[in-house]
């Protein structure tokens, strides 16, 4: 049986990726994920962690790191922020296409300029098209949870995953968090297996340059050209719902926490008025859905969990029944609104169910603090909005003074 401890969220990723026995770490600070790769180097020292901890010179080698590793079958961890994922931005791409299972938890922060080390999901959301899974967590223990299952979910599909989390909001943040057991973990996530080994006996080429049509090999075998890999990834995406179901119902049994459903819930079941967003704000949410319920307004949060691969079945099916849907992000696609209304709107579109009036909202930039107190606001302007019919042509910022 595994135990309870109080950790922030960045120790509860550093723990989960020990769990796992990653097998290489490669390390380069930046704020708030800097704590991870530190208490990761503690476990290496102490003789906790059997692996290759190799200190780089940026975010961009962090990465190339990674990918070698991985390549010549390692299981490999590292984590970033904000301006550094930026800076992996080539490496995100050839993980991708190279189709290899690194795990890279992100502690969400404002991108510079101006500078800012505080928490917003404009890094990751910029990210969105990488080819890379995006799961995001609302508090510690799925930090640490999502993790776990991020290895399992990566190593079936040979997909990249990021686990995304709000930085200081839970990267600096203590809660309780409960911790399997090593054994547990290790039935659960056994030693990866790489698809190919490099062996001078059979050699190989890995990632070579393509041509547009496919082409046949040396033993007369078609290969598919560079359109024909994107379309291969694009199907492992299409494809993934059910192996991640699985892993979610392993991991259930393992611990009792079930990640099964892509989308958190809370008192949505019977509300005219919703809440979709993602990360932490969830939590602030709920605390304003109890207030609104509390004046006899049915509402409820649909929390997305999942990101990429875009779960748009189940949260169409999840909002239809609403009348109106506040969607509350702390990031923006400039020039139109923010990317989680946008895809919610193409969600709706291509279902046959009834589609609610939904407004945008764009919040805590840069740390700015949401309160449950101006997510009431929101959800009474929402509601208002719905009953006169008015709707909204551009996303409302909420906190922006000057």
Known sequence: MGQTLILTGTQAAALAAKLCRVQVVAAYPITPQS?????????????????????????????????????????????????????????????????????????????????????????????????????????????????????????????????????????????????????????????????????????????????????????GVKCPGYMGFRHRLQESFESSWPVIAEAAKSYAELCGRSYEDCLYRYKSEDADFLFLTMGSLSSEACEAVDLLRKEGIKAGVIGVRIYRPFPAGPLAQAVEAAKSIAVVEKAISYGYEGALATELKAALFSSNGHRPMLSNYIVGLGGKDVKPADLFEIAQKTIQDAASGSRQEHPLWVGYEV
Request: with cysteine; aromatic share 8%; net charge negative.
């Open 35 to 219: 704590k991870i790769p530190e208490v990761l180097s503690e476990y290496v020292e102490r003789g906790e962690l059997k692996a290759e901890f190799v200190r780089v010179e940026s975010e961009h080698s962090a990465l190339g790191v990674c990918i070698s590793a991985s390549i010549v079958g390692a299981r490999v961890f590292t984590a970033t922020a904000a301006n550094g994922l930026a800076y992996m931005h080539e490496q995100l791409h050839w993980a991708a296409g190279a189709r290899l299972p690194i795990v890279m938890p992100v502690t969400n922060r404002g991108l510079g300029a101006p500078w800012t080390i505080l928490n917003d999901m404009q890094d990751t959301i910029a990210q969105r098209d990488t080819g890379w899974m995006q799961l995001y967590c609302m508090n510690n223990q799925e930090v640490l949870d999502q993790v776990i299952l991020a290895y399992k979910i990566a190593e079936q599909l040979l997909i990249p995953v990021m686990v995304c989390f709000d930085g200081f909001r839970l990267s600096h943040t203590m809660m309780p968090v409960e911790i399997p057991s090593q054994e547990e973990v290790d039935a659960f996530l056994p030693p990866y297996q790489p698809a190919y080994r490099l062996d001078a006996e059979a050699p190989v080429n890995i990632n070579p340059v393509v041509m547009t049509d496919p082409v046949p090999n040396g033993e």
